[in-house]
């Protein structure tokens, strides 16, 4: 393909731009980052409830409740450190 010889490599080196127009682009920035937030927010907390539900029951399976009839004098005391 002949496109491919006529490639040149460029380095960029420097940016020449008004203060007034770099802030009015980082301001513009700024406001745009937060629907973006918002959105990954929501996929971030979707995700940990989906997450959640599925391992809430394997964590409550895993508790054992006492038996209906012991009173929580007569539970064992863990040992110390």
Avoid: C, H, Y
Avoid at 24 to 40: G, H, R, S, T, Y
Avoid at 50 to 75: E, H, K
């Amino acid at each position: 393909m002949s496109d491919e010889t006529n490639v040149q490599n460029v380095a960029v080196t420097d940016i020449r731009m008004p203060f007034l127009s770099m802030v009015v682009f980082m301001v513009k920035w700024a406001i745009a980052a937060i629907p973006a937030l918002i959105i990954l927010t929501v996929i971030g907390m979707f995700t940990f409830g989906i997450l959640g539900a599925l391992t809430r029951d394997r964590m409550m399976q895993s508790v054992q409740a006492p038996d209906a009839g012991s009173s929580p004098d007569s539970l064992p005391i863990p040992a110390s450190r």
